[in-house]
């Protein structure tokens, strides 16, 4: 998937209603970006969905350029990602875990 697909995943995620060929997104108190430059981009949008992700009973972890995120029930790793900078792995672990629960 590239960054856009991305995008697109995570305003799903996210609750955010999207129309076939829409070209930006809107979160409240945020503001609109376009698509492109959104979660990938802007760490206040990312730690949204950190936050969002913890409140289905995961815990995020970050230690410098590595990003677990675990399930509390079950102790259970659920991803497991170092990228080469902080954001870079936050963003590729959120990315990773939406994959896994919209396949779950």
Do not use: C
């Amino acid at each position: 998937m590239n960054t856009i697909e991305n995008n697109k995943l995570i305003a799903e995620f996210m609750g955010i209603p999207l129309e076939e060929g829409q070209e930006q997104l809107f979160i409240q108190g945020h503001g609109t970006k376009l698509i492109e430059d959104t979660f990938n981009t802007r760490w206040d949008w990312l730690m949204e969905v950190v936050g969002r992700i913890n409140d289905l009973n995961n815990v995020v972890q970050i230690h410098d350029n590595r990003v677990k995120i675990v399930n509390n029930t079950k102790s259970e790793v659920m991803v497991d990602v170092i990228e080469g900078s902080m954001f870079e792995a936050i963003y590729s672990a959120v990315v990773e875990f939406i994959k896994n629960y919209k396949n779950n």
